[in-house]
């Protein structure tokens, strides 16, 4: 897998989060609220809280690096926001790693329709 970096300028508006993780391909964070601020973070889709907090999903990419993030409420929406300074390593599938993903996601609905 070939890996590209970018600065927080070219990032910001790069990094999304989501509500819900339909195709299975994201990892969800857990932002833990005490006192009104962020408390502590959980990641991972096999986690479970039992804390009041937010939580959403996120790249697996972006997910191994959260340490570079600013947590960010606007209004309900949480937002990462890139730290100044800090670099987000992206990576980039190879073709013959798209082409496994494809077949591994018509696979999976070929079994399903049975």
């Given at each position: 897998m070939l890996c590209k970096q970018i600065t927080?300028?070219?990032?910001?508006?790069?990094?999304?989060?989501?509500?819900?993780?339909?195709?299975?391909?994201?990892?969800?964070?857990?932002?833990?609220?005490?006192?009104?601020?962020?408390?502590?973070?959980?990641?991972?889709?096999?986690?479970?809280?039992?804390?009041?907090?937010?939580?959403?999903?996120?790249?697996?990419?972006?997910?191994?690096?959260l340490d570079k993030f600013d947590f960010i409420?606007?209004?309900?929406?949480?937002?990462?926001?890139?730290?100044?300074?800090?670099?987000?390593?992206?990576?980039?599938?190879?073709?013959?790693?798209?082409?496994?993903?494809?077949?591994?996601?018509?696979?999976?609905?070929?079994?399903?329709?049975?």
């Amino acid at each position: 897998m070939l890996c590209k970096q970018i600065t927080s300028f070219e990032v910001f508006k790069l990094i999304e989060t989501y509500e819900e993780n339909i195709d299975g391909d994201k990892v969800k964070v857990f932002i833990s609220i005490k006192d009104g601020d962020a408390h502590t973070i959980t990641i991972g889709n096999n986690a479970v809280s039992k804390k009041s907090g937010i939580q959403f999903y996120v790249d697996e990419h972006v997910s191994l690096q959260l340490d570079k993030f600013d947590f960010i409420m606007d209004g309900l929406v949480p937002t990462l926001e890139l730290r100044e300074g800090e670099e987000l390593v992206i990576p980039e599938e190879t073709e013959r790693e798209k082409e496994i993903k494809r077949l591994k996601k018509e696979l999976e609905q070929l079994e399903n329709a049975e």
